[in-house]
């Protein structure tokens, strides 16, 4: 936000100063070189003395008035030849000079004049130029106004933009931190700007989609809880008809009903772990799993590995110094279960947990399996909730499709991450390898 503010005051300055540059060579092009203007102003005094003094003089007293003008003025005049004189001045300097006019040389502080056109003044003066040169001319001081003038109005431009320019960085602040609180899930985060506020409409349009989120969100919870409250209920029944009917062929039926009762029990274990599996994700999407306080991350790593399913073997490697994590122990060890549970699945039989403390002060944990690996086109998409790897696995080897998920919210609602990234030459087990990384 602060760089977007620092560019828009770097272009009004680059404009106001292209402005300066513009006008300059504008009135340059039009009206003549500024800088001459600015000369002919310092030395209208004795531009006034020749033409009303010096050049009124009756005939053949011109060179008389001009010596008495020499004793008591600090500018030294002189004579020169019209060859000479023209030879030292650019071509339309020294046309101007022909035709009689003034032609100043503001390096110099110089300026020079015929003495006239036809002779009049003296005999010969139609061939010489009068040269004055030590005139009183400060350009260097004339530019400090120019540039005094020109800073007066950059100011009074810049002070506005900067006072307008500072409410919408406000504004804009409290638009990109409700942002921020709105993507980490609090959905009641709201702007709730004044109507006089400069970017109000379009904090206003933000409340209004937000709100419309938050019902959206809250209307699919409700709808997610209750649908999942009220299928237990039939779950309930069926589990109650099943034992009563697994009695029953104990006594009267034979070895091909007691398989197909044992089928209608997984599918009824199967629909009560959905119904779990939804209720937790809808918890971990309202933000109220989360009980945090401190804990010691590498005791309840190894705690995590040992209450895995039997028969499920899991190599550990825990550095020393992991130190403590403050969050919920409960919730992140059930992430870092997805992933064990995960690798067993698809591994060809052996799992790495693998966890240290990184460079950079983060804690990493990667779980890590010796199956087959997820394509790289594939990865950002394993987290997705039902999505599968491969659409024709069966749910007794595909699962819902909602560990990674779950995991995945997990680990964001401990200010961390969840990616697959490659295996570590020569120290990984070459398959899946789902990497945690939490500040530390």
């Not at 069926?238 to 009267?252: K, V």
């Amino acid at each position: 936000m602060n760089r977007l503010f620092f560019r828009f005051f770097v272009l009004v300055m680059l404009a106001i100063t292209a402005a300066t540059f513009a006008i300059y060579f504008a009135i340059s092009r039009l009206y003549g070189d500024p800088l001459e203007d600015i000369a002919r102003r310092q030395a209208a005094a004795e531009v006034f003395l020749l033409e009303h003094y010096i050049d009124r003089a009756p005939a053949d007293e011109w060179l008389v008035r001009l010596n008495k003008v020499r004793e008591v003025s600090s500018v030294r005049y002189e004579l020169l030849p019209l060859a000479q004189a023209s030879a030292a001045l650019s071509s339309a300097d020294a046309a101007l000079l022909q035709r009689g006019g003034m032609v100043f040389r503001v390096a110099d502080k110089a300026f020079l004049r015929r003495v006239d056109l036809s002779g009049q003044r003296y005999i010969g003066s139609e061939g010489e130029v009068l040269r004055a040169e030590g005139l009183p001319i400060n350009i260097a001081q004339a530019l400090q106004q120019e540039a005094l003038r020109y800073a007066i109005v950059a100011l009074a431009l810049l002070i506005p933009i900067a006072l307008w320019s500072r409410a919408h960085w406000r504004g804009m602040q409290t638009l990109a931190r409700v942002a921020d609180e709105f993507g980490a899930g609090r959905l009641s985060a709201r702007a709730r700007m004044a109507p006089g506020a400069s970017i109000y409409p379009l904090a206003e349009r933000m409340d209004h989609m937000a709100d419309r989120i938050e019902r959206l969100m809250e209307a699919q919870r409700t709808l997610l809880h209750s649908v999942s409250h009220e299928i237990r209920t039939p779950i309930a029944r069926l589990e109650f008809g099943l034992e009563l009917l697994r009695t029953a062929a104990a006594t009267e039926a034979g070895p091909a009903l007691e398989t197909r009762i044992v089928a209608m029990e997984q599918d009824v274990r199967e629909l009560n772990a959905l119904m779990t599996e939804l209720l937790g994700m809808a918890r971990l999407d309202s933000g109220q799993a989360m009980q945090r306080q401190p804990f010691e991350l590498a005791p309840a790593l190894r705690a995590c590995v040992a209450a895995q399913p039997a028969g499920q073997h899991t190599e550990v490697r825990i550095a020393d110094g992991l130190g403590l994590v403050d969050g919920d122990c409960r919730l992140l060890m059930r992430a870092v279960a997805n992933l064990l549970g995960n690798a067993a699945k698809y591994g060809a039989g052996r799992v790495l947990l693998n966890a240290a403390r990184g460079s950079d002060g983060q804690l990493v944990i990667a779980v890590e399996d010796d199956g087959p690996g997820i394509p790289a086109a594939e990865r950002a998409r394993v987290f997705a909730p039902f999505y599968r790897l491969d659409s024709s696995r069966d749910r007794a080897s595909g699962g819902f499709g909602l560990g990674l998920a779950i995991a995945h919210k997990a680990v964001a609602l401990h200010g961390g991450s969840l990616a697959v990234e490659d295996g570590e030459p020569g120290v990984g087990l070459g398959g899946a390898r789902f990497v945690i990384r939490l500040p530390g």
